[in-house]
Structures are given as structure tokens and as C-alpha cells.
């Protein structure tokens, strides 16, 4: 923390201080503090060691989720209890994500059983107003507020954007939390716009944020609704609430892991490498391990079924896509010796292109690869199948298809104000 020098107290909550950074006004420092509450403050105890593992637990969500790719307001670590976001004017709204119905939404709703499941996921907005308990907002309210924030005011395109990532937000880390055998049941996220007002998920994520049940158990909680359901807290209470909170933390060191999807990219000749070259970048930026391989199914057909039995018996999970033009015999080859899933990306010339393809798609019957043209579709195909098993992969396309949407939106509204604009000129 030496590196950053603290400016002024931007805002004081119930859990946590928010300070400028003086030599950098597009920063902030978040400090945590060792306190839980509930019921808009009315319940509140002192909880040694509440703000290291609260610290731990945020830094832990937002490097999952920026690994994904999606864009938060988390920079980095810099103690045990306080962390570097990029300075934001929040909007003041709580987006709750629910797969379940429990809680207050049973309170909202009488006749749901609890248990009864959202699909897709319920997406309900709050007002945040403790006095008056955060009142429940439509969208239609959230849109004529007019919030202004850093220059942009909050319309139906920002409320939309917000809508998307919050559930974008909520599937990550759902996929993620099940490879632990415990059910992501519900949880709330904040947004802020920073010093550019770009749109970013922001505050603080932790065991204040959600409900976690280990093996959809509901007895078996570990999230802050165990300190909620108790009329009186006892010390011993507050032990246990905070080994579940310590739980939780740990757990989520098992949720980052080291990339271990692997896509085996085999040539016919090396004359096709520029293609798989691209095929590898599309495939390394959606979190897939990549290795390149040379290998002709018709002048060395022996080394082929070599290195195809290298892959099998090497117990990783393994996509292979073959490249090869002309008369294709290396995708059918490996895909009628293996049981692992084989895509053909045949390096297509314009005055050849129906032959090429042509070669990759009429194979023998009993053959099960499959035929795409462009290598960016390529890496996607295999992406889609690595996501059946690897969470961070499934993470990083659900994200891909937030930023095309983004992209889109973004792009809507520049055209869409820019006749607006050429109205006013034209006619003023």
C-alpha cells in the first residue's frame, strides 16, 4: 500500500471506507472493515477478520470475472484488507440475479414454493435507499430517473447493457461454483461509470453478495443469511459465520486454475502454418491451450495414427483440427481412428474453394468431423465443445457474445445519434 498515497473519504458505508488516490484521480481505494450487518444496518456486530477474508473473497470473484474478459472496476490487492479500483459514480441501483426462489421474493410472492426454479434466471432491480428498506424498481423507473453519471445519463441502452451483464455475471460464476458441487442460488452486483463513462461492474463482491448452498443444500448455507436467521448472536454465532465466510474464500482458489483445454492444430504441410497461426489466436484468446503439428494423412499415414495415439493416450481433453486442402484425408483419417471430436478448417483458395471444401465435407460414411471455412470459426467450434467441462472457456464465449452485443448497442447508438444530430444542424 507504500505505492499509493490515500486522498480523501470519498463515501463511508456499513462494511467499508472508499478513499481518493492523490496521485491518481481516475483511482480509488476500497477499505474494508471488520463488520457485519443486516436488516439495513439494524443488526451489526464486530467480526475480527471479517475484512481480510471480505478482501480476499472480492479479489478472488473479479480476477475470475476479468479473466473471463468481462470489464470491472477491480485493479489489484495492496493489503490484507483494502484493494485499487478505477474511481466510478455509481449507479445507485442493486441488480439481483435469482435461480431460486427463496428469501424475500417468497415474502413478494405468496403461493411460489421455495425451490422453484428460474429459466432463465429472475433478474429484479432495487433502489438503494436503506430509510425507505431499497425499494423494488421497475425498469421503467430506473430509465426516467435520468441518473447522471460522468456525462452519461442512465437510458432503456445503459439499463440494457447493465441487464445483460448482471446476467452474464451470474452464469459465471454459477458454471464456476458448481465444479464445487454448491448451487449459486441468488446474488446482487453494483455498477459504476469510471472517469470515461464506460459501464463497469464495480463495489465489492463477497459472502454479503449471494447465497451459496454446498450441494443445493439449503441447511447447508455458507453465505451471509446464516447471521440473518439468528435472533441472538453469540460469539460462538459469529465463529461460525466467519469459518462459512473463511470457507467460501477458499473454495474460490479452485475456481481460477491454470488453462488446461487443449486444441491440437494438425497441417498437411507446412505451406498452411499462416492459417493455423490464426486459427491459434482465435483459439488462444478464448482460453484454449494450442499446439501446432505437422502430419500428412497421405504420405505418412503410420506418423499420423502416431500422433493421434500421443493425444489419446495422453488423458488431457483434447479437440484436433485438421488442416489440409486439396484432397482432404487427414480430418476423415483421425476422425475415423478416434473417438475425440475432430473439425475440419480446410485453408480455402478463391479459385479452388469449392473443391477444397468439397474434399473436407464429402467423407466416408461412419465419419463424424465436422467442416467450417474461417479459422476464427474454427477456434469457436472448439471452444463450444472444451466448454461441456472447463467453466473458464464457457465463461470467455458467454462474455465474447456480451461484447458483440455491446458492440452492437454501442454502435446503434452512435448512428442513431448521429442523425439526430444532422437533424438539428440541418433544420435549426
Known sequence: ???????????????KKVFELSDDPTLCLLQSKDRITAGDGVKSHELEGKAAISTATTAKVF???????????????????AFIARKCQMVPIEWVTRRLATGSFLRRHS??????????????TFFKDDENHDPQWS???????????NGITIGKDEYDIMKYTTLVVFEILERAWATRNCALIDMKIEFGLDTNGEIMVADIIDSDSWRLWPSGDKRLMKDKQVYRNLSTVTQEDLDVVKHNFKWVADQL?????????????LMGSPSDSEHCKTIAKYAKSLGLNVQLRVSSAHKGTQETLRILAEYEGSCEKVVLIA???????????LSGNTPLPVINCPPCKPENISQDLWSSINVPSGIGC???????SAALAAAQIHAMHDHLVWARLRVKQLTNFIGLKQADMKFRNAVINSFWTTFC
Open 111 to 124: 403461493g411460489v414454493p421455495e425451490g422453484y426454479r428460474f429459466n432463465p434466471p429472475l433478474q429484479e
Open 370 to 376: 465436422t467442416t467450417v471455412i474461417y479459422p476464427e
Open 1 to 15: 500500500m507504500t505505492e499509493y498515497k490515500c486522498g480523501k473519504l470519498i463515501i463511508e458505508g456499513k462494511t
Open 323 to 333: 488442416v489440409a486442402g486439396r484432397s482432404n484425408g487427414l480430418g476423415p483419417v
Open 139 to 149: 425498469e421503467e423507473q430506473i430509465i426516467s430517473a435520468g441518473f447522471k453519471l
Open 253 to 265: 482458489d479452485y475456481l481460477i486454475l491454470p488453462h488446461s483445454s487443449l486444441v491440437v492444430i
Open 63 to 81: 480476477q475470475l470475472l476479468n479473466e473471463a474478459g468481462l470489464k470491472t472496476a477491480f485493479v489489484k490487492v495492496v493489503s490484507d484488507t
